[in-house]
């Protein structure tokens, strides 16, 4: 009844509108008979005829009859004496006197265009808001408020980012005693702002804020403030505070700030877009706060390299807390979480789990935690085991079994070698990645095998020795099919793809070229309006540019060369994996360190440092291979 009444002006304005177009459009009821149109000449030459028995004279029209019953209408400008001519012919006539039109009648006429126009604009309005009470209120905030029904997600409830949890804590105790901090004359940072990739768990840890604090929470998405009509953004801006205000103390947290805080005069010929009106508004907001106030805001990005300095400096979001891909506790602590109220079989250990997911953020191990489960569901299996969440992970980084898709035997025996060339290349050079599956079932859209190596420990920082061990594992399988078929395939444009793009942010990035020097060559374009970093400018000669295509040649040419030896040297070794690997189309890492007769954890090679302190060999000779060209050692000459 409530929303029956709050409409009642709309659904009038929607009546007169029906009733006016009704009135206007639709044509007067006539009778069964149709009447007949005749011109004036004509309606005199049947009068003198005697053909008309009566006739009805109006204002400028005349209707009558004809004497076998049709009925006529005829125009005319004038009626003069027209009656008095027609009476002396024997004709019955009538004379109606002229009709006045009603004021509301004129007064309605002169305004239906503009009722209608602004009918129709309402009726837009209506639709666009969803109906119901917000015909007038596209200008409000569209932030939610969680008063009672705030998040139940506590601190508890998120793991992984230990050191952000930390930094957030602080808010929450701000919130829950002001006093405490106050008394010291400290003051709370205005404005926090979330960074990392997607998917490591911002949006979530706001979420648990507010939960620990136990305060009211706005929520909304940045692309919320932004809309089809001029000034709207920077009106909801000012609406949000408006109401946070009013429930202070309280958090606000604007999710995907990149969509409404990026780089001013970045659009095209720097035009005040509405974006930038909306992100203006949104500053001077920040800024104005009262010392006293009690908002909290807080922002989530993936993407803090396009945000506008001015919103980034401090007196706004004066602290960046940086939520990174966990480590392997962190992963570890986050299964945890997401396995609380699954049903696990006795095998399934986490830590494992967690040493076999390197680079995956919170969201891709709640997604691995919910593929064993469906897995282990669909086999009709009472828990989750081991073997389930061996199949998520691989579901995970190379797609589903593509069981449908049929390879001839031909190109399954290319696959196989090709893929048996990276894993022996792995296992024969001892620094790199331990081979944890090797693979020939297509997965995903593109993958028809893979070779799966899982590091040891996290990782930071990548030696040079590490980089070119990656580069020949890349190469394995390219030179695998050489050596037993031949002939090389298409299969290794993505290896060669990325080993190419290795070796050249060495040579060009990392000033790991000995005949370039220790210099950064090219830097990237830095267009805001474009998404940023889109292309790279030579700061170069040509002669420079040809000096590095020879160094990033020389790189793989080594590499090649290594790679070749190796093969060639472990060829029967290479011919029983693939054997076995086309029997069983899964090798796991471990049956494949029995295959080859080699121990389980293997003796990594000692470092320089380490062969100089162990008496080995002696600090010259240490800097001397250091020096030399063919690290790598090339494949002896014939």
């Known amino acids: 009844m409530g929303r029956l009444v709050k409409n009642l002006g709309l659904y009038l304005i929607l009546i007169v509108l029906v009733v006016s177009l009704v009135n206007v459009f639709l044509s007067p009821t006539q009778g069964p008979q149709q009447i007949q149109e005749i011109g004036y000449s004509t309606f005199l030459s049947e009068v003198s005829s005697g053909r008309i028995t009566s006739v009805t004279v109006r204002e400028n029209s005349i209707k009558g009859k004809f004497t076998d019953g049709r009925e006529f209408v005829s125009y005319v400008v004038g009626i003069g004496d027209l009656a008095k001519e027609v009476a002396q012919k024997g004709v019955n006539v009538e004379v109606e006197p002229p009709q006045k039109t009603p004021w509301w009648a004129n007064m309605l006429s002169s305004l239906f265009p503009t009722l209608l126009l602004i009918g129709v604009w309402i009726f837009f309005l209506y639709n666009m808001q969803g109906g119901g009470g917000k015909v007038m209120n596209f200008a409000k905030s569209k932030a939610k408020l969680f008063l009672d029904n705030r998040p139940k997600v506590t601190f508890n409830d998120v793991a992984g980012c230990e050191e952000s949890k930390e930094e957030l804590s602080e808010v929450v105790y701000y919130l829950k005693d002001p006093s405490r901090f106050t008394a010291l004359g ?277 030696s040079r020795s590490g980089l070119l061990d990656k580069i020949c594992v890349l190469l394995g399988g390219r030179v695998a099919e050489e050596l037993q078929f031949g002939d090389v395939t298409t299969g290794a444009s993505n290896d060669l793809e990325r080993a190419t793009q290795i070796a050249r942010q060495m040579v060009t990035e990392f000033g790991m070229s000995e005949k370039l020097g220790l210099v950064k060559l090219g830097h990237k374009h830095q267009e805001v309006f474009l998404g940023r970093d889109i292309g790279e400018d030579r700061n170069y000669s040509d002669e420079v540019a040809y000096a590095i295509d020879q160094e990033v040649k020389k790189i793989i040419d080594s590499c090649y060369g290594r790679v070749h030896h190796l093969l060639a040297e472990n060829a029967e070794e290479m011919t029983m994996v693939a054997q076995v690997l086309l029997e069983k189309e899964v090798i796991e890492g471990k049956e494949l360190t029995l295959l080859l007769g080699m121990e389980e954890k293997e003796e990594k090679t000692p470092s320089p440092a380490e062969e100089v302190k162990e008496g080995r060999k002696t600090p010259e000779e240490t800097a001397e291979e250091s020096r030399s060209p063919n690290i790598l050692g090339e494949a002896p000459a014939d």
Not at 221 to 244: N, P, T
Not at 309 to 338: Q, S
Not at 368 to 384: C, F, H, P
Not at 433 to 446: F, L
């Open 186 to 462: 400290a003051k709370v940072p205005r404005g926090i702002l979330l960074l990392g990739p997607p998917g490591t768990g911002k949006t979530l840890l706001a979420r648990a804020a507010a939960g620990e604090a136990d305060v009211p929470f706005f929520s909304v998405s940045g692309s919320d403030f932004v809309e089809m009509f001029v000034g709207v953004g920077a009106a909801r801006v000012r609406d949000l505070f408006e109401q946070a205000r009013k429930y202070q103390p309280c958090i606000i947290f604007i999710d995907e700030m990149d969509a409404v805080g990026r780089q001013r005069g970045a659009g095209l010929g720097g035009g005040h877009d509405e974006r930038e009106q909306t992100l203006n508004q949104l500053l001077v907001e920040l800024d104005g706060f009262d010392e006293s106030t009690g908002i909290i805001l807080i922002a989530a990005t993936n993407r803090p390299d396009i945000l506008d300095p001015a919103l980034l400096r401090p007196g706004r979001f004066d602290r960046h807390i940086v939520v990174d891909r966990p480590d392997v506790k962190g992963r570890e602590a986050i299964l945890e979480v997401h396995v609380r109220e699954k049903k696990l079989a006795s095998d399934v250990d986490l830590e494992v789990l967690a040493r076999r997911t390197p680079g995956f953020v919170g969201a891709d191990l709640a997604n691995l935690v919910n593929e064993a489960a469906l897995l282990s569901a669909r086999n009709g299996d009472k828990e989750i085991t081991m073997k389930n969440f061996e199949e998520g992970i691989d579901r995970v980084i190379a797609g589903p079994e593509r069981k449908s898709r049929l390879v001839s035997d031909k190109e399954k025996k290319i696959i196989a070698y090709h893929e048996t060339g990276h894993a022996l290349v792995a296992k024969l050079i001892p620094s790199c990645d331990p081979v944890h599956k090797i693979s020939i079932i297509p997965r995903g859209n593109m993958a028809l095998g893979y070779t799966l190596q899982l590091p040891e420990e996290d990782r930071f920082l990548m």
